[in-house]
């Protein structure tokens, strides 16, 4: 008897081992170049080196000439920023910034966060929410990471001040090119390259989630929660502005759902590849464009609602130029979600620094379990 239950014992140590060796495996390669170490929070500018995609490396974002900085005050005063507040960090501290919290908070903006070029906000270890409020702009800035942030219930703002890095108040003028971002979206990137967008759960704002427009480009936006909201994710400013034709954007190992809607994404002009992630159901398309832009949707699972109206993952707007250049690679469909193809498959041409290798979509479930903001505690694996 002994004996057999040396035996069992051992036979579960197997494939416990086993089972977690799977688990592992199945990280998808941004998680796996961090969430391992228990000591991320003594070496937080280690995420910095672990994106891929369009953002390439963000590796501007570390090094000895960056300034360590803590948000103790949830407050929030958009003309003359305090210290230990996010505005002070983002907007008034100069050179390179890494931003983290001292303990979990609520922070209403009163007005847009215009953040910096090469800032890091980075919510791990604390249950950040910025609702209730303005959102965050990033307005003709380079090397910005916003991760870990619980980002929902955002408003638009009535015409007024808003303040720009280095606390200038200027006037908030709510179009697009502005930068304003009155108009209650969650994250506005406008004019802005070399953006990565990480480990976020945005929902129910009165615009969009996440906004990449104006000439933006080399954007990643990945590992993020998407759900409860109608208008998701919008890459182009507007169909007349032929500068987003330079536009490139990575969607990777996001979760989309429950209950959203429609542009996930939407792309005007540029081009996006949408790679391993998990959308869980739409009521009116997931994947939309205008102005032809070129779309690679690789490794992705598509779960549709289960009508029979709303089962094609993508929408074309009219457009009478070029050809779509839309292809599915490897993409997987359940409740008779399907994908209409069209023109050629355009590759994403990663250099050495953006590049990474698709997994299959039979892993995306596993890829995306822990998209959204996690729940890290300092002195353990995150």
């Given amino acids: 008897m ?8 051992f036979l579960v140590i197997i494939l416990h081992g086993a089972a977690a060796t799977t688990t592992v495996h199945a990280a998808n390669i941004i998680d796996r170049c961090w969430r391992r170490q228990p000591n991320w929070a003594a070496n937080r500018q280690r995420l910095a080196a672990c994106s891929v995609g369009f953002a390439g490396k963000m590796r501007q974002n570390r090094g000895p000439g960056v300034t360590a900085y803590t948000v103790t005050d949830p407050g929030d005063d958009p003309v003359r920023p305090r210290p230990g507040t996010l505005r002070y960090g983002a907007t008034v501290l100069g050179g390179k910034v890494w931003i983290t919290f001292e303990r979990g908070m609520h922070i209403r903006l009163a007005q847009p966060l215009f953040v910096r070029s ?15 409020g303005a959102g965050i702009v990033l307005h003709e800035v380079s090397g910005v990471i916003i991760h870990g942030l619980h980002i929902h219930d955002i408003r638009s703002q009535p015409e007024g001040p808003a303040v720009r890095p280095g606390g200038a108040v200027r006037p908030a003028g709510g179009g697009g090119g502005s930068g304003s971002g009155t108009d209650g979206d969650a994250i506005r990137v406008v004019a802005s390259s070399k953006v990565w967008i990480d480990h976020n759960s945005l929902s129910r704002c009165e615009d969009g989630l ?7 480009n080399d954007v990643t936006v990945s590992n993020n929660w998407f759900f409860n909201h109608d208008k ?16 490139r954007v990575t969607v990777a190992f996001n979760r989309f759902g429950p209950n959203v809607n429609q542009r996930m994404p939407r792309i005007r002009h540029g081009y996006a590849h949408v790679v391993n992630n998990v959308y869980l159901g739409w009521r009116d398309y997931a994947i939309g464009g205008s102005m032809g832009p070129s779309v690679k949707s690789e490794g992705n699972l598509f779960v549709a609602s289960g009508t ?5 993952v993508t929408r074309r707007m009219p457009f009478a130029g070029r050809d779509w250049d839309w292809a599915s690679v490897g993409d997987s469909f359940e409740n008779g979600a ?7 498959r355009v590759q994403p041409n990663y250099n050495k620094h953006q590049a990474f290798a698709a997994a299959s979509s039979n892993q995306v479930r596993s890829l995306t379990k822990d998209a959204g903001a996690l729940s890290c505690s300092v002195g353990s694996a995150c």
Avoid: C, P, W, Y
Wanted: hydrophobic letters at 45%; zero cysteines; aromatic letters at 6%.
């Fill in 2 to 9: 002994a004996s057999k239950e040396f035996l069992l014992a």
């Fill in 118 to 132: 090469f800032t890091a906000i980075d919510g791990r270890g604390a249950d950040v929410h910025i609702a209730g």
């Fill in 210 to 216: 996440v906004d990449v427009t104006v000439g933006s």
């Fill in 232 to 247: 998701v994710m919008l890459l182009g400013h507007d169909d007349g502005h032929a500068a987003d034709s330079r536009m």
């Fill in 308 to 312: 029979a109206e709303n089962r094609k």
């Fill in 338 to 344: 399907f994908f209409k193809q069209t023109g050629s």
